[in-house]
């Protein structure tokens, strides 16, 4: 461990062969965030089989504030990040609060994060908190926060035709507050700051699912102690997440299948009383989405060949 100073708020950012974007967003963090000197930059490396932690090790060895680990085997989003999380409270028994970040997000120039804590701090039951969520620079209020599943949510939200219809009551308006915050149910997983001691406390994030539904398990396990997450309207960041349309069917059918994995844990375990009977449903009617990912692979392919 290399010369200590005190860090009161930790990024952690979860890479997984990426090391290009990790690279730019630990540089984009240093030259956007203000308002707050007290913070350093973690970046767990998921077990990466290509030579991200070495270029990553290499590349910011002996840079102020910014820490490479490796994790030994890619357990999946959850896993890793608490793995990060656990390595603070061990070696950074002072920080308050941690950040967990996404590679692909960006930061504004002069970001205040010490407006943003201010925030945070300023109720004792907010838990969590994150800026205006622009998904590809565009403002996107299904991005921003949503409600906890519950009932048959995930049988409407899984399927693209159902969820046409029934997003338009899954995500509300939001009702902002004088001091410019909305409360929500639900953060975006791309980015958010939470308290640790709180986070400690809700056990970290669920380490059943490998990747999606953390924000909705971590959202039950908060509200079942009472606390409340908000977003915050006068900050923003960019979630540079593309849609990629042309991706291989192999990759979205694999995707697909960890969604269905983490949704029908998340009704089981989190969605009473009916969870166990949406979890199975989820499984019977996974079939037609694979059908909708074929569909879609298709159109895809043909338009690909009408514009060549």
């Avoid at 630990?26 to 998921?46: A, C, H, Q, R, T």
């Avoid at 960006?106 to 970001?111: A, I, P, Q, S």
């Avoid at 029934?166 to 507050?177: D, L, N």
């Avoid at 056990?203 to 539904?213: C, M, N, V």
Wanted: glycine fraction near 6%.
């Amino acid at each position: 461990m290399r010369n200590r100073k005190i860090y009161h708020f930790f990024f952690v950012i979860l890479n997984y062969m990426n090391y290009s974007l990790t690279a730019h967003l630990v540089d984009n963090i240093k030259k956007s965030i203000v308002g707050y000197d007290e913070y350093g930059i973690l970046i767990v490396d998921n077990a990466s089989p290509n030579e991200s932690y070495e270029i990553l090790k290499k590349q910011f060895d002996g840079v102020e504030d910014v820490f490479v680990i490796k994790n030994n085997m890619n357990q999946g989003y959850a896993k890793g990040n608490n793995f990060g999380v656990k390595y603070i409270e061990k070696n950074f028994s002072e920080c308050k609060y941690v950040a967990i970040t996404n590679p692909d997000v960006e930061f504004f120039d002069n970001t205040d994060l010490g407006k943003i804590l201010e925030k945070l701090e300023s109720n004792t039951m907010i838990a969590s908190i994150a800026p205006i969520h622009l998904l590809n620079g565009v403002f996107n209020q299904k991005a921003i926060g949503w409600k906890t599943p519950k009932g048959f949510d995930d049988i409407f939200t899984s399927f693209a035709l159902t969820n046409f219809f029934f997003s338009r009551i899954y995500y509300k308006s939001f009702k902002i507050e004088p001091d410019r915050v909305s409360y929500v149910e639900v953060l975006s997983g791309s980015f958010f700051i939470i308290k640790l001691d709180v986070f400690k406390k809700v056990g970290y994030f669920d380490e059943h699912t490998f990747l999606y539904a953390e924000e909705a398990i971590l959202s039950n396990k908060l509200m079942a102690l009472g606390y409340k997450q908000i977003v915050d309207f006068e900050s923003f960041f960019i979630h540079n997440h593309s849609a990629k349309v042309n991706r291989k069917l192999v990759a979205r059918i694999k995707e697909s299948y960890y969604s269905l994995n983490s949704k029908a844990y998340y009704n089981a375990n989190y969605n009473k009383p009916i969870g166990k009977l949406v979890a199975a449903l989820l499984y019977i009617l996974y079939p037609v989405r694979i059908l909708e990912i074929l569909g879609i692979v298709i159109v895809s392919f043909l338009n690909g060949i009408r514009n060549t």
